[in-house]
């Protein structure tokens, strides 16, 4: 069993920045496929951006990329998502994902294939 648990979402004004931050219990962090999603009012949840065990393979979409980086600290067990130059249509709760199987190649982009997840945090970005 995992838990997971985000931080560091909030307020901001467009062009601004914000640290998201996902703590995991237990041992086999360093072990799982990562991600981040996002989801808006009304909207399903959607993919932001997704790592690899040993942090070597990022994905992002194509509305984040450029602005938004994913990293992880395995001696940490700690996920991080750094979001620069925010826009009001980034405004979402954020939910952090873990998935036991890594993919034999390519991403895994739908929420389907992740096993664990976060409570999430909200993120608001103001015009």
């Known amino acids: 069993q995992v838990q997971l648990a985000e931080s560091g979402g909030g307020l901001v004004q467009a062009g601004g920045s914000l640290r998201l931050s996902c703590a995991a219990s237990?041992?086999?962090?360093?072990?799982?496929?990562m991600a981040w999603f996002r989801q808006a009012p009304g909207k399903e949840r959607d993919i932001v951006t997704t790592?690899?065990?040993?942090?070597?393979?990022?994905y992002y979409a194509d509305s984040v990329k450029g602005r938004f980086t994913i990293s992880r600290d395995n001696t940490k067990n700690t996920l991080y998502l750094q979001m620069n130059s925010l826009k009001p249509e980034d405004t979402a709760v954020y939910y952090c994902?873990?998935?036991?199987?890594?993919?034999?190649?390519?991403?895994?982009?739908?929420?389907?294939?992740?096993?664990?997840w976060g409570q999430g945090t909200q993120v608001t970005v103001s015009s």
């Open positions: 994902a873990a998935s036991t199987v890594r993919p034999s190649s390519g991403f895994y982009i739908s929420p389907t294939k992740y096993d664990y």
């Open positions: 237990g041992r086999t962090f360093s072990s799982y496929t």
């Open positions: 790592i690899s065990w040993s942090g070597g393979t990022t």
